[in-house]
Structure formats: structure tokens, C-alpha cells
Nanobody
């Protein structure tokens, strides 16, 4: 059973940076796809960025040019480097992993990111 452990959230001032990490364990899969989603208070969960095993990525328009997703396939770990953070980035960020193409995905427990002065 796949388990995801997230780290790196916290409180940061507008314009600051944070780096989130998410490590997958419990499966022999190299994780076909890994990504980050977020949910702000009163809003639906939305995709932030995803990356597939081969390295191709997709970003939400709202974070393009500010956030960078990457992964270490050997460590089954995905990272989200967040720069130029804005108050509207405040949300719980969730890691998501899909071990196999067309298979079900798994969610992490979430990590709070708060952007405030």
C-alpha cells in the first residue's frame, strides 16, 4: 500500500519561498505520476503541478513562472519549489501519486502553506 509523507510547509511572507517534499513508499512502482494539489478555505481542491516519470510537467496557470515541480525517481520523491509566494497561495497542499498509468492515485495528509505578513 502506497504511503506519502509530505514536509516543508509553513508560514512565509509575501514574496518569499518554500520548498515542499513528498516521499512515496510501500510500493515497487516507480510512480508513474506525482503531483501537488491545494485547497484553500471555502474552495475546491485544485491541481497545482504534476510530473510524470519521464519528466514532462503540467502547471496551473496561476503558478506558472513561480513554482517548479521536480522529482527524484530513485527516491520516489517529488518536490515543489515555490517562489514569489502570494497571499492567495495560502492553502493546504496535498501530494498525490499515481503508481501506474490509468490506475488509482493516493493522497498525502496535506501540509499547510500560509503566506502572510
Amino acid at each position: 500500500q502506497v504511503q506519502l509523507v509530505e514536509s516543508g510547509g509553513g508560514l512565509v511572507q509575501p514574496g518569499g519561498s518554500l520548498r515542499l517534499s513528498c516521499a512515496a513508499s510501500g510500493s515497487s512502482s516507480s510512480m508513474y505520476e506525482m503531483g501537488w494539489y491545494r485547497q484553500a478555505p471555502g474552495k475546491q481542491r485544485e491541481v497545482v503541478a504534476v510530473i510524470r516519470y519521464g519528466g514532462d510537467t503540467n502547471y496551473a496557470d496561476s503558478v506558472k513562472g513561480r513554482f517548479t515541480i521536480s522529482r527524484d525517481n530513485a527516491k520516489k520523491t517529488v518536490y515543489l519549489q515555490m517562489n514569489s509566494l502570494k497571499p492567495e497561495d495560502t492553502a493546504i497542499f496535498y501530494c498525490n501519486a499515481r503508481p501506474f498509468v490509468n490506475g488509482p492515485s493516493v493522497w498525502g495528509q496535506g501540509t499547510q502553506v500560509t503566506v502572510s505578513s
